[in-house]
Every structure is written in structure tokens, then in C-alpha cells.
């Protein structure tokens, strides 16, 4: 017996749409494709249309990218991904799809009103004949049957390991093996592009080794997956700072990953005539030189300390680190200690101080966002990142693609009701913060943590605890600008003086593109222009709107010269879309980048 089922409303119109859509691309009418957008319709592609990471507003802008790019994409075979049902909610029918390029299969998301699409997600995942030998196409491993001289997977890797940058050159030169270098490694091995990381320290996993010791990351495990190997479901919601370190450096192991611990690159060059990098770089010691044809700086946005430079430092008899060289709390009990910035780090180092019995200060130069965290990870995260999410059905995948969904030049709308239900849940804690005399803020448009964070990558806590201190004054909170130090401790602008035994600097961390400035030069930092912010013109975040983390994942003004990072959730997600454009250059599939990345910044 058959059973045939009616398409219910939402199916109906997608499938309508997608028809539409796919008749009029394939028409090369682009007119006619716009004019099946809203006036305020979105696009946002992740390298399927544009072999670029932009969003498009408005059906002009829509019209110009399909102008430009239809003729080499030549899109197909639009349909609703099989076993997701379209959903109608609010007016808006939301939909998953599928297609493909002339290069690859795409995955994407639709939401319609009105029978015309409001956003449009458009993302490749996969280059024809390039596909990643996963699942059905896992290697064998074994070869059965007799060969003579027959090479076992140990002997094949130590070849590979002891030929690949010696006599032979890496495609890819990926600098910095933290989590950000390591999961785009692993991702361009499985599409076998040869590559290798390197970084100056000596273990993977020793970033965070390094950090200060009572570190938990702050984000739950479900957003902090790596490609390939999720965390075992015993994983602790909040990783210690040294598990994950191990996990990552199991990680390079399993995933096979050409490694070069205690290698540090000392400066590169890039010959356009030759289409190759040098690249001096010490290993072990020892001078080398690597050639590779693309270079990744995956040196940390959270890498380069921003160390301040204030009269009388030098005067100053007392110990001063900037927080990332900070060790923890062991060697300060009892003394006086002051901290200089009121966001993540400061408050985490401030706590561990409190907790060994230390005379603790905070210097709050300016306003901090707070949220607790399981306020956080309940009305923040909790829909997408969480075991609740994943008994919906939502996969961390999953969760990904429906973040990236959404605009960023919207996404401060979605955020803002959550921000006010965080607000109305914990107002106790706020009230007796702001009595406290700390200056508290929402975002500027109220907007909170993720649109900071997407927007300047600082300003924020989410709270493990030692917002409490604060609030009760077990850490002495006190607001202004630091003036000079003097050899006792740390004076205020308006006078105060703060004696110290130990000052702190926890004033966050610099631009990805100085490390360009350190290794390459000032003039290919000043080309490439500012590593992240979405150009909303909010602090530290200035115009014009990018719509898109500037230079991220993404190619810049300078050829061959990407920056991976972020955090682990975007380190997963992003690396993909790296991964592929590197893999497409090195098989020759065509990349023309439609809309390169415009520097408006120099840091
Ligand atoms: C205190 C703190 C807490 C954080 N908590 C979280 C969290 O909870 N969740 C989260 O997702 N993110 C968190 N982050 C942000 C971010 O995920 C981390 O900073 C993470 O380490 C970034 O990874 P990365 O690979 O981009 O850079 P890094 O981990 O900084 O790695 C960069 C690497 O580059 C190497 N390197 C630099 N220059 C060279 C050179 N010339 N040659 C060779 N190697 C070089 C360095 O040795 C380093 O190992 C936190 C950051 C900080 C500072």
C-alpha cells in the first residue's frame, strides 16, 4: 500500500520559491531573481556565490553580486534538504536547503514572508571531486590481499613527517597551533592539502597551559566541539583549562596533523611573480627556511597582548604583568594586588587572588556587560548549545548553521529580548553591583555578550562568581583612569593612589594584523587593514558597516595571507569555509572573490 502525504503549507511555499528562484538563476535573470527578495532582504553567503564571506542588503546589492558572479557558479537543483520539514512561525516560513555550484554542493537556510525571501543563508561545504574521505568513502586502512614491500600507515606517516617541509614543500604554512591553526589543519588534511602548523611553543595545547591557573573555559562544551571528534559525553560542561590543552593535543595526534612544536616563524616575504612565501622560521633551534604557497596567521586575536604604557612603570618596585602572563594566584598571598580592567580576565584573576587570601583592587577604566553564566547558558545559549538543544534535535552542526543564519546586521534585534529576560531574572545581582559603584552596561543598544564579543572581542564577564566580590566588596572596586605608577603602586588620574605589590594588566589584546606588522611588514599589516568587528559603529568597532568579521577566515587585500581564530565555535565553523578555499586553489578550481574585504582601519 502507498501512503501519500499532502505538503503541507510551508512546503508548498518554499518548493514554489525554490522554483522560482532556480528558473530565474538558471535564466541568468538576475532582475528577476532579486525581485523575489523583500525590500529588506538579506543574503548572506559563505563562500558558494563569491568565494567571499559577505552578506548582501537589499535586492540592488543582491543584483550585483548575481551580475557578477552567476556566469562562473552556474547554481542548481535548489531543494528542501531531505527530513527537514519547513515550519511556518510569526509569518515567517523558515526552511533548510540544498543546491549546487559549478564547484561544490551547498547547504543553505531560507526565511520567507509573504511568499518573498527575507534571509538567505547560501554556504558551500563540499568541492566536486574533492569530497573529504568520510563515511561511506573512509579509507580502508588494511590492504588486503599480498604486496611486496608493502608500507605500513606508521612507515607512510614517518615518511610524510620526515620529508614534508624538507624536501618537500607544504602547500599551506598555517603559523600558531593553537585550537584555531589545529582545526584548520586537521580540516585541509582530510581534503589533502599538505600542510603543516607550526608554533614557538612546546606542546600543543600550551596556550592555555600557559594562562593563569584557575581558567575554566567559559563557554559549554556543546559550543566548543573540534571538527571530526566531538568531546565524550562525560566531558565537563566547563573544560579546565589543562583538559582541553590535552584534548588538543591529543587532537593533533589522532586527526595526524604535521605538528612542529618549539617552531617559531621569524619573519616571511611574499614574491607575487612566483605565487610563493618564505618563510624563516627556527625549529628547534635550528634555521630553516619553508616555501610555502599560502600563509595562515593563526597567532590568536587573544595572542597579542595589549600592554599599556603609563609614566613610572619602570620606577615601579613591585611585580606588573599583563594577564597573560599571569601564573596564577600562589605567589601573592597576603600582598596587595591591583588589577587594571574590569572584563573576563580581570575578573577571573581578581577571584583567584581573593580566594589565597590576597588585598585585592580593581581599576574599572571603563563600563564591563556582565551576565551570570547559567544565565547565560540557559536564556543565551540554551536553545542551541545545550542537552537540551541536542534532545531537539539540534546538533551542534546544526546550531551553527542556525546561528550563521541570521544577518549580523539583525541579529542585535534577536538578541536584545534575551538580554532583557537575563536583566529581569538577575536584578538582585545588578541592583548590588551598580550600588557597588560598578559601571554596568547592556551593549549600546542592549544588545549584549555575543554582539560585543562579534563586535570588538572584549567589554564583557560572564560571571563565574567573582562579580559577587565586587558587589560586597571583598575586591575593592575603584573607577578611573590609571595615570602613572610611582615605585609603591599605581596612581589614579584623580589622584587616588593604589600602594601594590603586584599590578595587573588586564587591558585585553591587539588586532591579528599586527602579527602580520611583526612578521611580514607594517606596509602588508597597514594593506590587509583590521582584523575583526562588524563596522557598527559602536565602541571600538567603527564604520562603515562591514556586515562581516573584518579579514576573517576570508581572502584580504593581501594574496595568500588569511587569519584564522576566533572562538572554539567559530574556529569549528569557520575553518570549514578556510578550508575550502585553500583546498579550491590548490586543485585550480576558479576563485574569483566577489567584494574583497575594503580597509577602512588600519588596526
Ligand atoms: C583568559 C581567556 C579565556 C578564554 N576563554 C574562552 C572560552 O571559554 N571559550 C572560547 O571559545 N574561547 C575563549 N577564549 C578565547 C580564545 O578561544 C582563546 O584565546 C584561544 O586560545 C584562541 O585560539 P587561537 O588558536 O586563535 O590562538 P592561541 O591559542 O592564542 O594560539 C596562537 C598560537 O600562535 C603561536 N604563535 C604566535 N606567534 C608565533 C610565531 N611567530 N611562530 C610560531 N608560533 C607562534 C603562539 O605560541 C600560540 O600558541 C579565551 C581567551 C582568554 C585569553
Request: charged share 25%.
Amino acid at each position: 500500500m502507498t501512503i501519500t502525504t499532502q505538503p503541507t503549507e510551508s512546503m508548498t511555499a518554499v518548493t514554489t520559491w525554490l522554483g522560482e528562484f532556480g528558473a530565474a538563476l538558471t535564466a541568468n535573470d538576475q532582475g528577476r531573481a532579486a525581485a523575489l527578495f523583500t525590500e529588506d532582504c538579506f543574503w548572506r553567503d559563505l563562500i558558494a556565490f563569491t568565494w567571499n564571506i559577505r552578506t548582501f542588503e537589499g535586492r540592488a546589492e543582491v543584483t550585483a553580486m548575481l551580475t557578477a558572479t552567476l556566469d562562473l557558479v552556474r547554481p542548481s537543483g535548489w531543494k528542501v534538504t531531505a527530513g527537514e520539514e519547513p515550519a511556518e512561525a510569526g509569518g515567517i516560513t523558515e526552511a533548510w536547503i540544498d543546491f549546487e555550484t559549478s564547484a561544490g554542493r551547498g547547504h543553505g537556510h531560507l526565511r520567507l514572508r509573504d511568499g518573498q525571501c527575507w534571509t538567505l543563508l547560501t554556504t558551500l561545504y563540499e568541492l566536486t571531486g574533492y569530497e573529504e574521505p568520510r563515511g561511506l568513502r573512509r579509507p580502508m586502512g588494511a590492504e588486503h590481499g599480498v604486496t611486496r614491500e608493502r608500507t605500513t600507515w606508521l612507515e607512510k606517516r614517518q615518511h610524510e613527517e620526515r620529508e614534508l617541509g624538507v624536501t618537500e614543500q607544504p602547500y599551506v604554512l598555517v603559523i600558531g597551533g593553537g585550537q584555531a591553526g589545529i582545526v584548520l589543519t586537521a580540516r585541509l588534511r582530510q581534503l589533502g592539502v599538505p600542510t603543516i602548523v607550526i608554533d614557538k611553543r612546546p606542546r600543543p595545547g600550551d596556550q592555555w597551559r600557559s594562562r593563569y591557573k584557575s581558567l575554566c573555559l567559559h563557554d559549554p562544551v556543546w559550543y566548543d566541539h573540534l571538527p571530526y571528534l566531538k568531546f565524550p559525553d562525560n566531558w565537563p560542561v566547563f573544560s579546565p583549562k589543562d583538559k582541553i590543552a590535552d584534548w588538543l593535543e591529543s587532537y593533533t595526534r589522532v586527526m595526524e596533523l604535521n605538528y612542529w612544536p618549539n617552531t617559531e616563524a621569524k619573519n616571511a616575504s611574499y614574491d607575487e611573480a612566483s605565487g610563493e612565501w618564505t618563510v624563516n622560521v627556527e625549529r628547534e633551534g635550528q634555521p630553516m627556511v619553508l616555501r610555502p604557497r599560502q600563509l595562515v596567521l593563526a597567532t590568536g586575536m587573544s595572542g597579542k597582548p595589549n600592554v599599556p604604557s603609563f609614566p613610572g612603570m619602570d620606577s615601579f618596585r613591585g611585580e606588573q604583568h599583563h594577564s597573560s602572563a599571569h601564573p596564577g594566584p600562589d605567589a601573592y598571598r597576603g600582598k596587595r594586588c591591583v588589577i587594571v580592567g574590569s572584563n573576563n580576565s580581570a575578573f577571573d584573576i581578581c577571584g583567584a587572588l581573593w580566594e589565597v587570601g590576597a588585598d585585592v583592587t580593581m581599576v574599572q577604566r571603563s563600563s564591563t556587560h556582565i551576565v551570570r553564566s547559567a544565565t547565560l547558558m540557559d536564556i543565551g545559549l540554551g536553545d542551541l548549545y545545550s542537552e537540551r538543544a541536542v534532545a531537539s534535535g539540534i546538533t551542534t552542526e546544526k546550531a551553527d548553521m542556525i546561528f550563521a543564519s541570521v544577518p549580523y546586521r539583525i541579529l542585535h534585534q534577536f538578541q536584545i529580548p534575551l538580554y532583557e529576560q537575563m536583566r529581569e531574572r538577575d536584578k538582585d545581582f545588578y541592583e548590588r553591583l551598580e550600588k557597588a559603584g560598578f559601571d554596568h552596561d547592556w551593549g549600546e543598544d542592549g544588545s549584549g555578550l555575543f554582539m560585543k564579543y562579534l563586535r570588538r572581542g572584549s567589554g564583557y564577564y560572564i560571571d563565574v562568581g567573582a562579580a559577587d566580590l565586587v558587589a560586597n566588596g571583598d575586591v575593592k572596586l575603584v573607577r578611573g583612569q590609571v595615570d602613572h605608577l610611582t615605585s609603591r603602586g599605581v596612581v589614579l588620574a584623580d589622584g587616588t593612589e593604589l600602594p601594590a605589590d603586584l599590578v595587573v594588566y588586564a587591558t585585553g589584546y591587539n588586532s591579528m594584523n599586527s602579527w602580520a606588522a611583526d612578521l611580514i611588514s607594517a606596509d602588508v599589516a597597514d594593506r590587509v587593514g583590521k582584523c575583526w568587528g562588524l563596522g557598527s559603529s559602536t565602541a571600538k568597532d567603527p564604520g562603515p558597516w562591514e556586515g562581516e568579521e573584518r579579514n576573517m577566515w576570508k581572502p584580504t587585500q593581501a594574496e595568500a595571507l588569511w587569519f584564522m581564530g576566533g572562538n572554539l565555535h567559530q574556529s569549528r565553523h569557520y575553518s570549514l569555509y578556510l578550508a575550502l578555499q585553500l583546498k579550491a586553489r590548490q586543485v585550480g578550481v576558479p576563485t574569483p572573490v566577489y567584494a574583497l574585504q575594503e580597509v577602512h582601519h588600519l588596526r
